[in-house]
């Protein structure tokens, strides 16, 4: 059965351990919300040390992830529907095993360099196509390809470095389910509900 849990403003560690602890009132009329996979720690604080060590101003206020909805403006009014259609699409999933190993880059499209996903990938493929659907249905502005950013909009030089650096990164681990997260007003992402597979 899928468990939804509530995620403490500001928590860390696993969400799936998480309780209740925030009172649902007093949010704004419209909420920016992200849907990702989470990286564990070590890995996760690694990544995101790596981010901090090349100046990448993001590299605290944006917990390490894989991306399943970018960043999306919706209604507070919407939000039940909303965890309704996230929880439907976790229990339509099972855990996986994912492998993120390699660096990889969008430039010069994009100036991001990453950490490729080399298993798991097609999971997160079909997990992003269920969840961009019904109350969360929208366009990407860039074809969907699963991946772990390191370095975002920082000088050549630096994603240069960070580039090398994530061709040696290697990180196994199973993914037990999703987080929905919330882009607060301190302009910090931060986890809010999980959803576990079936």
Same mark, same amino acid.
């Given at each position: 059965?899928?468990?939804?849990?509530?995620?403490?403003?500001?928590?860390?560690?696993?969400?799936?351990?998480?309780?209740?602890?925030?009172?649902?009132?007093?949010?704004?009329?419209?909420?920016?919300?992200?849907?990702?996979?989470?990286?564990?720690?070590?890995?996760?604080?690694?990544?995101?040390?790596?981010?901090?060590?090349?100046?990448?101003? $993001? #590299?605290?206020?944006?917990?390490? &992830? +894989? =991306?399943?909805?970018?960043?999306?403006?919706?209604? %507070?009014?919407?939000? @039940?529907?909303?965890?309704?259609?996230?929880?439907?699409?976790?229990?339509?999933?099972?855990?996986?095993?994912?492998?993120?190993?390699?660096?990889?880059?969008?430039?010069?499209?994009?100036?991001?360099?990453?950490?490729?996903?080399?298993?798991?990938?097609?999971?997160?493929?079909?997990?992003?196509?269920?969840?961009?659907?019904?109350?969360?249905?929208?366009? $990407? #502005?860039?074809?969907?390809?699963? &991946? +772990? =950013?390191?370095?975002?909009?920082?000088?050549?030089? %630096?994603?240069?470095? @960070?580039?090398?650096?994530?061709?040696?990164?290697?990180?196994?681990?199973?993914?037990?389910?999703?987080?929905?997260?919330?882009?607060?007003?301190?302009?910090?992402?931060?986890?809010?509900?999980?959803?576990?597979?079936?």
């Amino acid at each position: 059965m899928t468990a939804l849990t509530s995620l403490p403003g500001g928590g860390s560690g696993s969400p799936f351990a998480s309780e209740r602890s925030e009172a649902e009132g007093g949010l704004p009329e419209v909420v920016t919300i992200g849907v990702s996979v989470s990286v564990p720690d070590p890995y996760g604080s690694a990544i995101q040390d790596a981010r901090a060590g090349h100046g990448d101003p $993001l #590299a605290r206020s944006i917990p390490t &992830h +894989v =991306t399943l909805l970018p960043p999306t403006e919706v209604p %507070a009014a919407e939000l @039940a529907k909303i965890e309704e259609h996230l929880a439907a699409v976790a229990r339509a999933h099972r855990p996986f095993r994912m492998l993120l190993q390699g660096g990889g880059t969008f430039r010069p499209v994009s100036p991001v360099v990453f950490v490729r996903v080399e298993e798991g990938a097609q999971e997160c493929r079909l997990l992003e196509a269920d969840i961009r659907s019904g109350p969360l249905a929208r366009e $990407l #502005a860039f074809p969907y390809h699963p &991946h +772990v =950013t390191v370095a975002h909009g920082l000088s050549e030089d %630096a994603l240069d470095q @960070a580039y090398e650096q994530a061709k040696g990164f290697r990180a196994a681990f199973r993914v037990p389910g999703f987080s929905l997260s919330r882009f607060d007003a301190d302009e910090v992402w931060r986890p809010w509900r999980a959803y576990r597979f079936c």
